[in-house]
């Protein structure tokens, strides 16, 4: 008989909740730092270059709701680096 594996599923540690947006990483990331965003049907990635949040990805997501978006990662730099390094034990 063979054994079946399950894969558990990804955590997606939410590290804030803005305009309908969910700002999260999936606990099984990778480096640099870097945050998705999720919400409105669209979806987005921002990468840390070691002074701010660089777009790396973007889909279905409005001009007005992007500009939203990147107002609350520049505002909140420090919490989702924070958030981060205490999830992935930094």
Not at 42 to 68: C, H, P, S, V, Y
């Amino acid at each position: 008989m063979q054994q079946q594996t399950y894969k558990l599923p990804y955590i997606m540690p939410e590290v804030f909740r803005f305009f309908g947006f969910s700002f999260f990483f999936y606990s099984r990331e990778h480096e640099p730092v870097h945050i998705h965003v999720e919400g409105n049907d669209g979806i987005a990635k921002f990468e840390w270059n070691g002074k701010e949040f660089i777009l790396t990805e973007r889909q279905g997501i409005k001009t007005n709701d992007f500009k939203k978006i990147k107002k609350v990662i520049d505002d909140n730099a420090d919490i989702i680096i924070k958030r981060w390094n205490e999830h992935f034990k930094l």
